[in-house]
């Protein structure tokens, strides 16, 4: 029998119940009547694995059932409770109630009742998420039987990290192409990791193309970003070929028609009854192209910067995790966030220090090589990047005076330090106090949609946005830190945007700029031919 049937049938059952009820026992009609059975929102949804599936009851179509009166003596009949009116039930409740119109959206009644009875509770049109699988290779689950959870938690942590950081400086030894890469397939994943949660949770496996869109939007967002990187960074590349001259000149009116025609076919696509479901993934989806495309666009803008722009600061956010981690694990007993019941003020006070320690350390020794600190160039003579330069200032050793305080504990007057390494404090201190924020804003996402981690691709850590959801709030800082405190006018971007202008132009622009270094007094004025 269908489970629409079956469900209008035990709603009639129930009433005529509760009728009979008032009649013969008043002193217990209340609790009758305040039973709402399965009519209670004028619904019977039933969940299925593909989405949601919803029958009315015969109180849409005919009309609201007829109550009948009450036995001589019994109290007046105790109106249906109504939802606070802050919940998402209360507000379908009393639309519902005051328009009178049975024609409501498919997915504003999904999530409202569990087994007949309204769940007043915060967050109740949020639907479980199917809990991940356990990862954990099998070789680690027999080699560490013996052990507590705790204890095999913190191990399987602990080489897998390890596994991690050996991966990080790998792809640093294959140089700014396999790191753009890297950060491309990390960009991917997380998107596709965030996206996940929404399909499961709003049950929009069947909504026609949105899985599509998602990801052509997707694309829309890194032709846009990835163009104007080429635009910006590979002038020579540019101006050699002929196609790429087309394609940067009108880049932005491509980008946006490409963007356009994914909206067009989103409004398209919009289906009666789905109307608000839809436009909930419209919006969690442009919502995860801000958190995830942007930031990783911003990552590779600082890895033209130089390097050690890109190093330093994933590895102090990496730092920060861990010995905060350590710090709790073996210090911890203050609990520090709600949203985090395992963060301790050991573990954040403790990572604090050691990472500022960290950052200022490694800053040191990063400094000291060209293939660090200068910035990445594209050259089109040998079709490669070259990271070769005479560094700046910054990464020249310059000599700086004590405080009292310190001289007199280190019994130094002066030490020599690279300037970097003043500003890798100011970066480890956002890491430390700022960057755990990161964090916490994901802890609170998981808990609003009753998940544990993102994924389960890295055993013991969860999914790829598990462990970057602090290095994309790092990545925004240091790209707002360089362009407010380091990096001035480009000389090499400037050249490159006057050497795609036409002959005309750069002709136009070489007078003006000649005129202006001759009352400079930077130019000799140029002596007329008789």
């Known amino acids: 029998m269908p489970i629409a049937v079956v469900c209008c049938w035990e709603w009639g059952k129930r009433e005529t119940e509760s009728a009979r009820a008032r009649q013969t026992a008043p002193a217990s009609s209340s609790a009758a009547r305040a039973e709402p059975g399965c009519g209670y929102q004028a619904t019977c949804v039933s969940q299925h694995e593909s989405g949601v599936s919803v029958s009315s ?9 007829p109550t009948p009166s009450p036995a001589a003596g019994s109290p007046p009949p105790t109106p249906h409770p109504t939802p606070p009116s802050g919940s998402f039930t209360g507000e379908f409740h009393r639309s519902h109630r005051d328009s009178g119109r049975p024609d409501v959206d498919v997915d504003d009644k999904a999530g409202l009742e569990v087994d007949g009875e309204p769940d007043l509770k915060p967050d109740s049109d949020i639907p479980d998420v199917p809990p991940s699988n ?12 013996g052990l507590s959870s705790r204890w095999k938690n913190w191990w399987i942590r602990g080489i897998l990290s390890l596994a991690m950081i050996s991966f990080f400086f790998l792809i640093i030894y294959l140089g700014p192409i396999v790191l753009m890469l890297v950060v491309l397939y990390v960009q991917i994943k997380c998107f596709h990791e965030i996206i996940t949660i929404g399909y499961r949770v709003y049950h929009s496996y069947e909504l026609p193309w949105f899985r599509t869109l998602s990801w052509y939007i997707l694309l829309c967002v890194n032709y846009f ?15 050699r070929e002929v196609p790429l001259q087309f394609l940067v000149r009108y880049h932005r009116f491509i980008s946006f028609a490409m963007y356009l025609a994914g909206f067009c076919m989103f409004v398209l696509s919009l289906v009666k009854k789905h109307y608000r479901l839809q436009f909930y993934m419209f919006g969690w989806t442009h919502v995860t192209l801000l958190i995830i495309v942007t930031q990783s666009h911003l990552v590779i803008q600082n890895l033209f910067e130089g ?33 985090s019941p395992k963060k301790t003020w050991e573990g954040f006070i403790g990572g604090f220090f050691a990472t500022v320690v960290f950052g200022f350390l490694f800053s040191y020794a990063l400094s000291r090589y060209n293939y660090f600190v200068c910035p990445v160039e594209y050259s089109s003579e040998t079709n490669s990047f070259i990271v070769d330069c005479d560094p700046s200032v910054l990464f020249h050793l310059q000599e700086y005076t004590l405080p009292p305080v310190l001289q007199s504990i280190l019994g130094w007057d002066t030490v020599h330090l690279y300037p970097f390494q003043i500003h890798s404090i100011a970066l480890s201190t956002f890491a430390s106090l700022i960057g755990p924020f990161g964090g916490f804003f994901a802890s609170g996402f998981k808990r609003a949609f009753k998940i544990k981690d993102f994924a389960d691709t890295i055993p013991g850590h969860g999914g ?15 790209h707002v830190y360089i362009t407010s405190f380091i990096r001035g006018p480009n000389p090499s971007k400037v050249l490159q945007q006057l050497l795609v202008l036409q002959p005309e132009q ?21 002596i007329n031919e008789q």
Not at 57 to 65: E, H, K, R, T, V
Not at 134 to 145: I, M, Q, R, Y
Not at 316 to 331: K, P, Q
Request: hydrophobic share 45%; glycine share 6%; net charge negative.
């Open 506 to 526: 750069q002709l136009h622009i070489y007078n003006i700029l000649k005129s202006y270094l001759t009352e400079k007094g930077a130019l000799q004025p140029a």
């Open 464 to 478: 790829i946005m598990d462990r970057f959801d602090c290095q994309y709030l790092m990545a925004t800082f240091v």
């Open 225 to 239: 970003f990835y163009g104007e990187t080429v635009a910006d960074y590979f002038g020579g590349l540019v101006r």
């Open 307 to 339: 390097m050690i722009w890109f190093i330093v600061p994933i590895s102090i956010v990496i730092c920060n995790d861990i010995m905060a981690y350590l710090f709790g694990f073996f210090f911890g007993r203050t609990p520090l966030i709600k949203l």
């Open 134 to 145: 356990d990862s954990t290779p099998e070789v680690f689950n027999k080699a560490l039987s």
């Open 57 to 65: 009851s015969p109180s849409l179509d005919q009309g609201p059932a």
